[in-house]
């Protein structure tokens, strides 16, 4: 079954084998899977697909792993909520939130990981291992224990408590390294040839990895009603994600599942840590590392693999990219919490804040329908938090206390939206 992809170079075309490669012998160029669509076509169908499990695994034909062999805790086919209290907010008419909080590891990473190391351990890997920020290992260190795989995960030393403690308690092995992310990005790059054996699951089988993203469009075009949205807005940290989310509109067109994928794809960064965003409003390809000083740290990558990617799916599409402050991103978190009742993680602050920006600088048009991808829950990230919300009143444990406290109060305080 696995004749029917190949792995493409992005920058020269020349294929390969499906196996643990992901950089092009000839040019250096990054590898992506490529597909025979004309076969998928023959046999994909919106009911064949609408058959299959409530997961990501019902996409399985435009993966590149059959669905039978999947290593899985039930990621994807998370909700697409009409947001039309944060619509009102923001003067946006038409508004979905995709919640990827809902994932098994309460961030989108559930998706790429399923397909990595399912693909891993049908090369015949036996040890999963990452570079993450935070969520990637989280997902990777329970992917792997659900797989009965060893893990081994190198993370940043400065991470959220949550974050170290959701990916260790798992039982694999946790490196916490002290620098930053790209730092252990790095270190990640030598351990790769030191040890053949293990898959990285964002270095030697990252071209795998990064079609799990693709998912996220799959399912939002089927939960519009088979039809592609005007714009979405993407977090970006390595810029993948952006990039497969094109891929995975373009290919439903493909394969005859959807009519036209006229989609405008609209990036967002921390302005801690916007490479992206920076060349976006400079007009220029050359994406510039920069050094991460943000609370969105699992988007805190200085260095972005897909950065070149990502900025010319943007510019391409029609979409914008935006940076947001600490200060926005926290007030995002809180305002998608209380339109929405929907707690993100500070990347998920990160896209509210910079569909904030989109809409008022003219990018994102009102009647437009506009789908945000949350990527993250919020209890993975509280310290951010800390000192922002709490009890809106302490009393005594009496009906006397109780009335005095809240005597001409608004039940509501915190729903004051701005
Ligand atoms: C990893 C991550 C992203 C996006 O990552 P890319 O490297 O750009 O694909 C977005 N949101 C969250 C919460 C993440 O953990
Ligand atoms: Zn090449």
């Known amino acids: 079954m696995e004749s029917r992809i190949s792995l493409r170079c992005r920058e020269c075309g020349r294929l390969f084998e499906p196996i643990a490669l992901h950089v092009c012998d000839f040019c250096f160029g990054p590898l992506e899977v490529a597909y025979d669509y004309d076969a998928i076509s023959e046999t994909i169908s919106r009911s064949s697909i609408e058959a299959g499990p409530r997961s990501m695994w019902r996409y399985h034909e435009l993966l590149p792993v059959g669905n039978g062999e999947a290593i899985t805790l039930g990621a994807g086919f998370t909700p697409l909520v009409k947001a039309d209290r944060l619509g009102a907010v923001l003067g946006l008419k038409n508004l979905w939130v995709k919640n990827d909080t809902a994932n098994p590891t309460g961030s989108f990473k559930d998706r790429v990981v399923s397909v990595a190391l399912t693909k891993a351990r049908q090369l015949g890997f036996t040890v999963a291992a990452c570079a993450s920020t935070g969520n990637l290992a989280n997902s990777v260190a329970a992917h792997a224990a659900r797989a009965g795989m060893d893990s081994i995960v190198l993370i940043p030393s400065n991470l959220e408590a949550a974050k170290i403690m959701m990916t260790a308690v798992y039982g694999g092995t946790v490196v916490a390294v002290e620098g930053t992310y790209d730092d252990v990005n790095r270190l990640c790059a030598e351990l790769t040839s030191e040890h053949p054996s293990w898959a990285f699951v964002n270095v030697n089988v990252r071209s795998y990895y990064a079609e799990g993203s693709k998912t996220l469009a799959f399912e939002t075009a089927e939960q519009l009603?088979?039809?592609?949205?005007?714009?979405?807005?993407?977090?970006?940290?390595?810029?993948?994600?952006?990039?497969?989310?094109?891929?995975?509109?373009?290919?439903?067109?493909?394969?005859?599942?959807?009519?036209?994928?006229?989609?405008?794809?609209?990036?967002?960064?921390?302005?801690?840590?916007?490479?992206?965003?920076?060349?976006?409003?400079?007009?220029?390809?050359?994406?510039?590392?920069?050094?991460?000083?943000?609370?969105?740290?699992?988007?805190?990558?200085?260095?972005?693999?897909?950065?070149?990617?990502?900025?010319?799916?943007?510019?391409?599409?029609?979409?914008?990219?935006?940076?947001?402050?600490?200060?926005?991103?926290?007030?995002?978190?809180?305002?998608?919490?209380?339109?929405?009742?929907?707690?993100?993680?500070?990347?998920?602050?990160?896209?509210?804040?910079?569909?904030?920006?989109?809409?008022?600088?003219?990018?994102?048009?009102?009647?437009?329908?506009?789908?945000?991808?949350?990527?993250?829950?919020?209890?993975?990230?509280?310290?951010?938090?800390?000192?922002?919300?709490?009890?809106?009143?302490?009393i005594k444990p009496t009906l006397a206390a109780f009335d005095e406290a809240l005597a001409g109060r608004s039940l509501s305080p915190n729903q004051e939206i701005s």
């Not at 977090?235 to 891929?247: D, E, R």
């Not at 991460?292 to 943007?314: E, F, H, Q, R, W």
Request: hydrophobic share 40%.
């Open 225 to 394: 009603g088979w039809q592609a949205p005007d714009h979405v807005v993407v977090p970006i940290a390595s810029g993948s994600q952006l990039t497969k989310i094109k891929k995975g509109f373009d290919e439903l067109v493909k394969v005859g599942l959807i009519d036209s994928a006229d989609v405008r794809i609209s990036g967002a960064q921390a302005a801690g840590c916007s490479p992206v965003a920076t060349a976006f409003a400079e007009g220029t390809d050359d994406i510039r590392p920069v050094k991460p000083d943000t609370i969105a740290k699992s988007l805190a990558i200085g260095n972005p693999a897909d950065g070149y990617y990502a900025l010319k799916v943007i510019e391409q599409s029609g979409g914008g990219c935006a940076a947001v402050t600490d200060a926005e991103i926290l007030d995002g978190i809180s305002l998608l919490a209380r339109t929405e009742g929907i707690f993100a993680e500070t990347a998920g602050g990160v896209t509210i804040a910079s569909l904030k920006k989109l809409v008022e600088n003219g990018t994102i048009i009102p009647d437009e329908r506009v789908v945000v991808m949350v990527t993250g829950h919020g209890l993975k990230t509280v310290e951010a938090l800390s000192g922002t919300v709490g009890p809106t009143v302490t």
